[in-house]
Each structure stands twice: as structure tokens, then as C-alpha cells.
């Protein structure tokens, strides 16, 4: 008894367009130049955020769109002689079948989606599928057109006629394309769906060039037998994003890969209320200690409270720390969440943990000159601002009020894919926020930040702190966990 599932996918587009512009009276010309640049035109990943849909005929476009799944349109009209350019273009949606659905002789029989059509597509669209064991779209244009099974002429423009004037509308097929003749065929690791236009030639009202077709977003895979591990119906998957991008620590000081700002304070102020008065004026009175300087501390991010209980029992620090990054964002990839290694448990403290962007090469000025004296940007809070004169972004920042069972901290981020590589660095703070009173007796107060205790750099004893050195800093498609 064959079973259907859902599944997600991976969408690609192929375009072109006339070289020139044509005179209205030459459209044929311009799309058949065009449709002719379309069959040897290469494939480009679409971005994540983009789901597939057709021009909308307006005559103001001015060029194609990664939106557009299967069209025709006429561009970049010339006000004065009217001429204008074909654009064509076609999709093609991946899907990376789980390994239980190809690995072990699973045979897929046949695959279901719906083909929305413009008004303007007089002759419809051309469904295609195709089993490949290749994570890359086709080139060649017969199997593009053909597949391993075809439709054609899928959703093409209905019409009403009412006494001398006909009302053309857009229509919308469902399509279940049988493989093996319904009987299935050896599943392999993807399967291809490729969506083009019947007859781009036909894309014609003189003088414009009208016609599009989209596939709708729910795709469905029938299988002979059922799937090991999932139910009828379940959604299987078939969408792969890339994978986290590591960051790398950057080495621009020597080899500490940081630096540290530290606020020394004291005052008549009494306890667990003068340590956090110190916090709220933290940016007035941050002193920059380098990791690769006098004290040589080892490299990482540091932040908590530490207090002086022999000799200044009144004096207390609160330290906070910066840590960039270099960072190569790929094309297409969304950034929703940065994850990083969480330190040991800690008590006694709750930290905002933020990041901010810089676009750009690190350089020792840039790494240096951070906006010491903005608490804003160490609370987190600071919407722009920049860093080594440079326009900073903050991407986002999360409240850690205790260690994670994860081992992860997870930053939530929105940003949207991009159509180009981003190079930059990100600029990791850690700052505490507040201070929890565990005994009553300044000489007493536990701030268990770390685990393990060092020296302090102000020569006094500092109650179990040690340096955060992220083992994972990476960038990730994931939400915020």
C-alpha cells in the first residue's frame, strides 16, 4: 500500500534576458534571443527567504527577480521609442531524501504539487522530474524540459465570454506525475522538479511579453511502502541548509586573540548596593588591560565581580570583557542565532551576553577601540554604533542568569540571506547586570563566576573566577535555542 508524504526543499533559478532592447514590433525576436541564453544560462542558488512566485505584468519592472519561479516579461521600457528587453526564466526545487528513503530499495511512485498559472500563459507550463544521485541542477535542457517523467501544458490561462467581451483568469493544477508507471522507481538521494513555460514564444500580447507559473509551496512524495521512522503524512524534510560557520578568535594582538576592560571601584556605599552602583557606571571608569600585556592573562572573555577581603574590605571590581572575531558569511546562508561554548556554572551573577557586526577587515585600531565609555553597548542596547570608525551593528544579545544544560549559549539573530559573501568581525561582550547578596557580609559575598580562581591583575584575591575560552563560536541558520 503506498504512503504520501510532505517535504521541504531547496529551490534554484535559472534566467536571461535579450542583449538588447527590441522594438515592440519584435518581440518574437527578443524572446527567442532570450530563451535562447536561457538554455545555456547557469543555475544560481535562490536565497533562503525567497518563495517562488511570477511577475506581475505592470510594464514598470526593469529586470528579473530570484522570486520569479517560470516566466516570460518585457523590461527596461525606453520611454521615448518604447523599446524594451525579454526576460525569461525557470526553477528548479530539490529535494534531499532521508537515507531510509533511498538507502535501503525504497521505491518512489510519484511526486504531487500544485502549478499556479498567470492570466497571460496562454500555452502553460512544463513540469519535469527527475531522480539524481547529483546535489546540482541539471544542465542540459532536455532533461530540464523532460525529466524522467513530464506534464505539459500544466495550468494554462482559463477565460469567460460574456456577449462580445472575454475576461481572461489565472489557474492553479495539482499534478501527480507517476514514476515507473505508478509501479515506483529506485529512489535516489534527490529528486528534481523543474518548472519552465510550455512555449515561451507564445508569451505574447503585442506589444508586451506576458507569462508566468509558480509552483505552490507544498510538495508531496508517494512511496510504495512506508518509511522506517516516520508516519503518512509527516513532513520528511528535503531542505538542506549549510551548516554553522565557525568564527575565528581574532589574532590581531599578538597571540591573545582579545582584550579585557576592567572598572576598579570603592566608596562609602556598603555591600551588594555600591557593587552595583559600579555596575551602572561602569562606561565612565573602564581602564583597557590587553591579554598580551603586563598581566599576560589567558586568553578568553572575562566577566563577574571580584572584591578585596583583606586589607580594603570596601574595594570591589566589576570587569567585563571583549572578544572579536572574524567572520565569512556565505551567500544564501540566514543568520539566526549565534551559538558559543557556555562557560562552566556560575552563581551569584547574571551577565548580558551580546554581539555587534562590523563589516570589514579587523585591525589593530578596530580591535582596540571599542565604545569603552557607552554602557549601552556593554548592556547590549546600542542599535548602531562603531568600532574602530567603523559602522557597528548590534545582532543581538541574551540574558544569562545561569550556566545552560546545553553547553550552548545561543545569541537569537535576524539576518537575512545575502546575495553576496560577507566578510567582518563580530565583536563578542560579556558584562554582568547584577550581583546576588548570598551571605549578608561584604567579606563573605560568593560570586562563583568560574570554577577555577586566578590572580588578579589588582593584586588582591578574587573568589573563583577564571577566563571563558569558547571551545565553538559559530554562526547558524538554527533559531536561538
Not at 590587553?290 to 598581566?295: H, N, R
Not at 583583606?310 to 567585563?320: E, I, L, R
Request: glycine share 10%; net charge neutral.
Amino acid at each position: 500500500m503506498s504512503v504520501s508524504y510532505l517535504c521541504s526543499f531547496n529551490r534554484y533559478v535559472k534566467q536571461a534576458n535579450s542583449l538588447s532592447l527590441s522594438a515592440t514590433t519584435a518581440v518574437a525576436v527578443a524572446i527567442a534571443e532570450a530563451l535562447n541564453n536561457l538554455k545555456t544560462a547557469a543555475w544560481k542558488a535562490s536565497l533562503w527567504t525567497v518563495s517562488g512566485t511570477f511577475p506581475d505584468h505592470t510594464g514598470e519592472l526593469i529586470g528579473t527577480s530570484d522570486a520569479y519561479d517560470a516566466y516570460a516579461f518585457c523590461g527596461d521600457h525606453d520611454a521615448t521609442s518604447g523599446a524594451h528587453r525579454a526576460y525569461v526564466g525557470m526553477v528548479a526545487y530539490r529535494i534531499a531524501l532521508p537515507a531510509v528513503a533511498y538507502a535501503s530499495g525504497s521505491m518512489l511512485s510519484g511526486v504531487t504539487v500544485s502549478v499556479a498559472g498567470d492570466p497571460y500563459l496562454t500555452a502553460g507550463a512544463r513540469l519535469a522530474v527527475k531522480l539524481s544521485a547529483s546535489a546540482n541542477p541539471d544542465p542540459d535542457w532536455a532533461t530540464l524540459t523532460q525529466g524522467a517523467v513530464d506534464q505539459a501544458a500544466v495550468a494554462p490561462r482559463t477565460s469567460t465570454t460574456s456577449g462580445t467581451t472575454t475576461k481572461w483568469f489565472g489557474a492553479n493544477t495539482p499534478v501527480t506525475l507517476q514514476l515507473g508507471t505508478g509501479s515506483g522507481v529506485q529512489a535516489l538521494q534527490y529528486v528534481w522538479i523543474y518548472l519552465s513555460l510550455e512555449d515561451y514564444l507564445s508569451c505574447t500580447r503585442m506589444p508586451w511579453i506576458e507569462g508566468g507559473a509558480a509552483l505552490l509551496p507544498t510538495v508531496t512524495l508517494t512511496f510504495v511502502n512506508a518509511l522506517t521512522g516516520f508516519n503518512a503524512g509527516d513532513n520528511i524534510g528535503g531542505r538542506v541548509n549549510n551548516g554553522d560557520v565557525a568564527l575565528a578568535r581574532t589574532s590581531i594582538l599578538t597571540e591573545s586573540f582579545g582584550y579585557y576592560m576592567f572598572l576598579t571601584g570603592s566608596g562609602g556605599l556598603n555591600g551588594i548596593e555600591r557593587v552595583n552602583a559600579i555596575i551602572g557606571n561602569f562606561g565612565a571608569n573602564c581602564a583597557l588591560v590587553e591579554s598580551s600585556g603586563t598581566y599576560a592573562l589567558t586568553v578568553g572573555l572575562y566577566a563577574g565581580v571580584f572584591f578585596y577581603s583583606a586589607g580594603s574590605p570596601n574595594v570591589s571590581s566589576v570587569f567585563a570583557g571583549v572578544l572579536p572575531c572574524s567572520m565569512h558569511l556565505p551567500a544564501g546562508m540566514p543568520f539566526n542565532s549565534l551559538k558559543v561554548s557556555a562557560p562552566a556554572a556560575w552563581s551569584g551573577c547574571s551577565f548580558i551576553f551580546s554581539a555587534y557586526w562590523v563589516e570589514g577587515d579587523t585591525t589593530t585600531a578596530g580591535v582596540k577601540a571599542v565604545p569603552s565609555t557607552d554602557i549601552g553597548f556593554w548592556m547590549g542596547k546600542t542599535a548602531a554604533t562603531t568600532i574602530g570608525g567603523k559602522p557597528a551593528v548590534l545582532l543581538g544579545r541574551a540574558v544569562l542568569s545561569a550556566a545552560p544544560v546545553s553547553g550552548t549559549i545561543s545569541i537569537p539573530v535576524s539576518w537575512k540571506a545575502v546575495t553576496v559573501d560577507k566578510q567582518g568581525s563580530i565583536y563578542l561582550v560579556v558584562m554582568p547586570v547584577d550581583v546576588t547578596v548570598l551571605t549578608g557580609s561584604l567579606a563573605s559575598i560568593t560570586v562563583a563566576v568560574y570554577t577555577t580562581a586566578v590572580s588578579s591583575p589588582f593584586g588582591g584575591t578574587i573568589g573563583a573566577v577564571a577566563p571563558w575560552q569558547p571551545a565553538l563560536i559559530a554562526a547558524s541558520s538554527d533559531p536561538a535555542s
